[in-house]
């Protein structure tokens, strides 16, 4: 039960030494045309070392409906969790902080929200490199026919859940759902959205998939290389194995669970491609297939020949795929 009945929207805002993105971020949740007593900013400051909390701290005193949590420095799934604690808004909507909201894109969405209490509302977004987002008062994005298309959650994750595209930023949660379903951020890891994503469609009961555009997602130049250093890569395979896990999720159909699995394996490709590019060192592969069978024991792609196969190898010679792997791409590419 929403403790403030007027307070529809809480925005989670995590920052961690975005200096030079934070105020544009803020700036583009203003520009909403919300009633201010209608929804609140959380700002959870993660022990931020750089000057991204001064550079808003007059934007932070210009509206009274901001929040700052100060915390030391824990990671993104942590603020995440600690804002939706502090959160009173009937709804939830988490923002990355580099990334900025479409110029009067929420309140539709958030109007549609209330109307049908659905427990998620997932909209599109464009991704855009730094110098497009400064040149986008030339272009700004133009909203399509707005389509909202209810569906329940396990319909949504079939036709709509793209394992490379788990970000949170897109969707409105109701809050009540959130905790209801006792749903969280895995700490102290990179691509929690992995698993969050997956596990808030599979318990959804009721959604609405649209084609308004919410975000503008802000690409990083070299990010596929900065993402997979081995410490990340690391991460990647935590929140592989907590995907994996969803499958013990009781009365899952046959089709989710071989969609479930599906999707991991794709992710699964996915870090191994990212490796062969980005770990040059011959150990540091065989150091991230000895932490794939430590942390995700349980992997067992059987859909068909070469998945088998591929679980055969990182089984008994998790060595031996990863280098062959490595001087194939080097020969193929």
Request: aromatic share 10%; with cysteine; net charge neutral.
């Amino acid at each position: 039960m929403n403790e403030n009945p007027g307070l529809l929207l809480s925005i989670i805002v995590p920052v961690y030494n975005v200096e030079k993105y934070i105020r544009p971020c803020m700036e583009s949740i203003f520009r909403q045309d919300l009633d201010e007593n209608t929804f609140e900013v959380i700002i959870v400051n993660d022990g931020t070392e750089d000057r991204s909390m001064e550079v808003i701290q007059d934007i932070i005193e210009q509206h009274k409906n901001i929040t700052v949590l100060n915390q030391e420095n824990q990671g993104l799934s942590v603020a995440r969790n600690n804002g939706i604690a502090k959160a009173k808004g009937e709804y939830v909507l988490m923002p990355d902080s580099d990334d900025l909201l479409i110029e009067n894109s929420l309140k539709p969405l958030l109007e549609k929200a209330i109307e049908t209490r659905v427990d998620l509302v997932v909209a599109d977004f464009i991704a855009l490199k730094d110098q497009e987002i400064k040149e986008m008062h030339l272009h700004i994005p133009k909203q399509p026919t707005p389509v909202y298309i209810e569906k329940t959650g396990e319909r949504l994750f079939l036709d709509n859940l793209n394992p490379s595209h788990c970000y949170v930023w897109r969707t409105l949660y109701r809050r009540e759902f959130l905790n209801a379903q006792n749903l969280s951020f895995y700490s102290g890891i990179r691509y929690q959205d992995i698993p969050f994503t997956h596990e808030c469609y599979l318990k959804a009961n009721r959604c609405i998939r649209t084609n308004m555009i919410l975000n503008i997602y802000r690409r990083w130049p070299g990010s596929s290389t900065n993402a997979y250093k081995i410490d990340n890569t690391k991460d990647f395979i935590i929140a592989l194995n907590e995907t994996w896990k969803l499958r013990q999720i009781k009365g899952l159909s046959p089709k989710i669970l071989h969609k479930l699995e599906e999707d991991v394996y794709t992710s699964f490709c996915t870090m191994i491609y990212h490796t062969l590019h980005s770990t040059k060192q011959k150990e540091n592969r065989n150091e991230i297939m000895d932490y794939l069978n430590t942390y995700a024991p349980d992997l067992n792609f059987v859909h068909d020949f070469r998945q088998r196969l591929t679980t055969m190898m990182i089984k008994r010679m998790p060595h031996l795929f990863i280098n062959l792997y490595y001087l194939y791409a080097k020969i193929a590419y």
